[in-house]
Antibody, heavy 117, light 106 residues
Framework: QVQLQQSGPELVRPGASVKMSCKASGYTFTSYWMHWVKQRPGQGLEWIGMIDPSNSETRLNQKFKDKATLNVDKSSNTAYMQLSSLTSEDSAVYYC??????????WGQGTTLTVSS | ENVLTQSPAIMSASLGEKVTMSCRASSSVNYMYWYQQKSDASPKLWIYYTSNLAPGVPARFSGSGSGNSYSLTISSMEGEDAATYYCQQFTSSPLTFGAGTKLELK
């Protein structure tokens, strides 16, 4: 069965960077785009961007072009997202989700990021 | 970007009541997608390509619409349907979501 297993919660200082992971199993990793979605506490969903694991082609929401970097490790079927120059506005749950490609059929459990000094 | 406006923001329904929620796009879209999210859980795909139910979604749910106006309907409210529902489009980039409709059991 398809599973997306995300890395654990992060507590990071303002101004720092963080890298979170999403390990895929149960399907051919390189056959589906991987998306990342942000959800602030009590808020809605916001699309960050997507990556094609077969060739690492990336498409970012322009709002996140200076914030997020996406990459993959095909050898371990893992997608990564790095967020830089963190502020309290980045505190949120971040989801990875498999793209079909215009919608998401499987979601990870989410990684909670807290930015605090 | 294509802004999706969901209405109402919050609604409540009694068991057995028919429920309809709306999603309006600022620009026409080819398809609308819907997700269900319950507290402290990841969103789940609920409806894809406007009217197709995701696996496991009860038949009391339906989706419809075209152009700028789409809707999700529950023919008869059940307790397990209480959740927040989000619409989503990717006809144009960036992919956008609506702000959600929170459905409560009355």
């Amino acid at each position: 069965q398809v599973q997306l297993q995300q890395s654990g919660p992060e507590l990071v200082r303002p101004g720092a960077s963080v890298k979170m992971s999403c390990k895929a199993s149960g399907y051919t990793f390189t056959s589906y785009w991987m998306h990342w979605v942000k959800q602030r506490p009590g808020q809605g969903l916001e699309w960050i961007g997507m990556i094609d694991p077969s060739n690492s082609e990336t498409r970012l929401n322009q709002k996140f072009k200076d914030k997020a970097t996406l990459n993959v490790d095909k050898s371990s079927n893992t997608a990564y997202m790095q967020l830089s120059s963190l502020t309290s506005e980045d505190s949120a749950v971040y989801y990875c989700a498999r793209g079909r490609p215009h919608y998401f059929d499987y979601w990870g459990q989410g990684t909670t990021l807290t930015v605090s000094s | 970007e294509n802004v999706l406006t969901q209405s109402p923001a919050i609604m409540s329904a009694s068991l057995g009541e028919k429920v309809t929620m709306s999603c309006r796009a600022s620009s026409s879209v080819n398809y609308m997608y819907w997700y269900q999210q319950k507290s402290d859980a990841s969103p789940k795909l609920w409806i894809y390509y406007t009217s197709n139910l995701a696996p496991g979604v009860p038949a009391r749910f339906s989706g419809s619409g075209s152009g700028n106006s789409y809707s999700l309907t529950i023919s008869s409210m059940e307790g397990e349907d209480a959740a927040t529902y989000y619409c989503q489009q990717f006809t144009s980039s960036p992919l956008t979501f609506g702000a959600g409709t929170k459905l409560e059991l009355k």
